[in-house]
T-cell receptor, first 116, second 114 residues
Framework: EAQVTQNPRYLITVTGKKLTVTCSQNMNHEYMSWYRQDPGLGLRQIYYSMNVEVTDKGDVPEGYKVSRKEKRNFPLILESPSPNQTSLYFC???????????????FGPGTRLTVL | KQEVTQIPAALSVPEGENLVLNCSFTDSAIYNLQWFRQDPGKGLTSLLLIQSSQREQTSGRLNASLDKSSGRSTLYIAASQPGDSATYLCAVSPFNQAGTALIFGKGTTLSVSS
């Protein structure tokens, strides 16, 4: 089954404790990205990757890191989480042809993160 | 900067009604527009994708239209069912944004009662 998976689905942590949220897709997609969803603000892009070893900042990258060492995986790293990073996080992927993607984006099930 | 607005924010209808959800965007320079469905505690599911050169797309009871020049899209749901209850999100892929981020509206939460 074609899908985007995220782990963990739920995470409660404390300020400053480094964490990684994993994202994996099995569709051989080139383009992957991370979004956060907050009440009243909607979904906003954190980082994206056009292909292996190619990543760039989205609209709200502060406090986050990503890496793309393999095509299928795109982990989101919070090196020193703070309470304002409490949010619902989504990973997404699409075929990503050329410089832009005009393709359907597939989303993971989400990771609900609480930083105390 | 591209902004996407969805009206209404919430909608309650009885089962069987036909309904329309609205989406507007400020910059007509887009590659495509997508409609997503989000269920509580779950991810987003793509319902329909309309390329900028298209006027509409249909899937089952769903029909989405796009008027790029006026910056509007509508999602028409025919013969609504309780299972249609969810939040519907509209998103555009802007033409002049290198990251190809989808710009989302805040969604319309639909409740269909039996």
């Amino acid at each position: 089954e074609a899908q985007v998976t995220q782990n963990p689905r739920y995470l409660i942590t404390v300020t400053g404790k480094k964490l990684t949220v994993t994202c994996s897709q099995n569709m051989n997609h080139e383009y992957m990205s991370w979004y956060r969803q907050d009440p009243g603000l909607g979904l906003r892009q954190i980082y994206y990757s056009m292909n292996v070893e190619v990543t760039d900042k989205g609209d709200v990258p502060e406090g986050y890191k990503v890496s793309r060492k393999e095509k299928r995986n795109f982990p989101l790293i919070l090196e020193s989480p703070s309470p304002n990073q409490t949010s619902l996080y989504f990973c997404a992927s699409s075929l990503g042809r050329g410089l832009v993607t005009a393709d359907t984006q597939y989303f993971g099930p989400g990771t609900r993160l609480t930083v105390l | 900067k591209q902004e996407v607005t969805q009206i209404p924010a919430a909608l309650s209808v009885p089962e069987g009604e036909n309904l329309v959800l609205n989406c507007s965007f400020t910059d007509s320079a887009i590659y495509n527009l997508q409609w997503f469905r989000q269920d509580p505690g779950k991810g987003l599911t793509s319902l329909l994708l309309i390329q900028s050169s298209q006027r509409e797309q249909t899937s089952g009871r769903l029909n989405a239209s796009l008027d790029k020049s006026s910056g509007r899209s509508t999602l028409y749901i025919a013969a609504s069912q309780p299972g249609d209850s969810a939040t519907y999100l509209c998103a555009v892929s802007p033409f002049n944004q290198a990251g190809t981020a989808l710009i989302f509206g805040k969604g319309t939460t639909l409740s269909v009662s039996s």
